[in-house]
């Protein structure tokens, strides 16, 4: 059997072209993917900047579709069930004894798995119409949730990781700074579940837009308006309860950390360069219990990104914009790149 993939050969380099079917472990699932979403990620891989890639590779790891088959020692899943995929591998999906868990999967923190692998990163993933994935890697869709949402279980999971960290409460006063896809997906689930008060920053026109619409209370265009002054005179005097860098720079990251209220936690959420410094003033950090946290993947919090998405506490409609086809996934990476475009989740659609 021959199936579709977007093989990224090089930087800058997609071909779209058929290749078999991969082979399947004991262990191992064959997804019929249906939806896989277009991230960030995708966009450093593509260009050459993540650490983690040999090329070739099949991008793509948010996604979910159909289980077509499965291997000798797979008991727990049925032939068409719906599954989505996280995609973060660690010893216990790479089929280790507990005795031979790496030291963080030992201490119950497998994203930090010194095996790590994952699918559409270091293996090939979701930009193709089939992938083989352990089957502890599977999560059962709830009925109520659609395939296509549920190719969102991984950034939603993703974002929870992050904003547990904040201990957001609804007396606080949120400041986000970049308001992209994952932004704008942090808006609807702070306002779903801590209903703060959100404060966003944003330079793009249309996402300062997508984010009055989902939700947001007050949007700064911080390249004509001064973001530090408009927060201290939103939060008398004090600042933000809790900041949220979406964007990867160290421009915004000290901007996060400085407008912080006594007390104030700030999540570096975005993807900077690995040689990106800031710098910051220690006795400001120790009399004002300034926290800084850092979120990487998501260790435990798919079920709950499932169950958000089975309550309908988001509306997912109003965060995927594209539904392109796999021969598009390059032109969905332009889109991405092009500050100005019209665009919010791209979602890769699968017959
Ligand atoms: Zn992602
Ligand atoms: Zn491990």
């Known amino acids: 059997m021959r199936m579709k993939v977007a093989s990224f050969n090089s930087p800058y380099n997609i071909e779209i072209r058929e290749v078999k079917v991969p082979t399947f472990g004991m262990n191992d699932l064959l997804v019929k993917v249906a939806y896989s979403g277009i991230c960030g990620t995708d966009l450093h891989i593509f260009e050459g900047k993540n650490p983690f890639v040999s090329f070739p590779i099949i991008p793509g790891h948010e996604f979910a579709g159909v289980i077509k088959s499965f291997g000798s020692k797979v008991d727990d899943f049925s032939i068409n069930e719906k599954v989505a995929i996280n995609p973060n591998l660690s010893c216990k999906d790479q089929g280790y004894a507990v005795q031979d868990f790496c030291y963080y999967c030992k201490k119950n923190r497998p994203h930090f798995c010194l095996n790590w692998q994952a699918i559409g990163v270091?293996?090939?993933?979701?930009?193709?119409?089939?992938?083989?994935?352990?089957?502890?890697?599977?999560?059962?869709?709830?009925?109520?949730?659609?395939?296509?949402?549920?190719?969102?279980?991984?950034?939603?999971?993703?974002?929870?990781?992050?904003?547990?960290?904040?201990?957001?409460?609804?007396?606080?006063?949120?400041?986000?700074?970049?308001?992209?896809?994952?932004?704008?997906?942090?808006?609807?689930?702070?306002?779903?579940?801590?209903?703060?008060?959100?404060?966003?920053?944003?330079?793009?026109?249309?996402?300062?837009?997508?984010?009055?619409?989902?939700?947001?209370?007050?949007?700064?265009?911080?390249?004509?308006?001064?973001?530090?002054?408009?927060?201290?005179?939103?939060?008398?005097?004090?600042?933000?309860?809790?900041?949220?860098e979406a964007v990867g720079s160290p421009i915004t990251a000290l901007e996060a950390i400085s407008l912080l209220n006594k007390g104030g936690k700030s999540l570096i959420f975005g993807v900077a360069e690995p040689e990106d410094v800031i710098s910051l003033n220690l006795f400001k950090l120790y009399s004002n219990e300034t926290s800084i946290f850092g979120s990487f993947t998501n260790p435990h919090e798919n079920n709950e990104s499932l169950e958000i998405l089975r309550k309908k506490l988001i509306p997912t409609s109003s965060l995927v914009s594209h539904e392109l086809t796999i021969g598009e996934v390059g032109q969905g990476l332009m889109l991405m790149k092009d500050e100005g475009s019209n665009i919010n989740k791209i979602l890769i659609k699968f017959e």
């Open 122 to 244: 270091t293996r090939n993933g979701g930009f193709a119409e089939y992938v083989v994935c352990p089957n502890t890697a599977a999560f059962r869709v709830p009925q109520e949730v659609s395939i296509k949402e549920a190719a969102l279980m991984e950034p939603i999971a993703c974002c929870l990781h992050g904003l547990k960290r904040l201990n957001i409460i609804s007396e606080h006063t949120v400041l986000l700074i970049g308001a992209g896809p994952i932004g704008l997906l942090m808006i609807l689930l702070i306002k779903s579940m801590f209903k703060s008060r959100i404060i966003v920053s944003e330079t793009d026109n249309h996402r300062r837009n997508l984010a009055t619409n989902l939700g947001a209370d007050l949007i700064v265009n911080p390249d004509v308006e001064n973001l530090g002054e408009i927060v201290k005179n939103e939060t008398d005097g004090h600042g933000v309860d809790a900041s949220i």
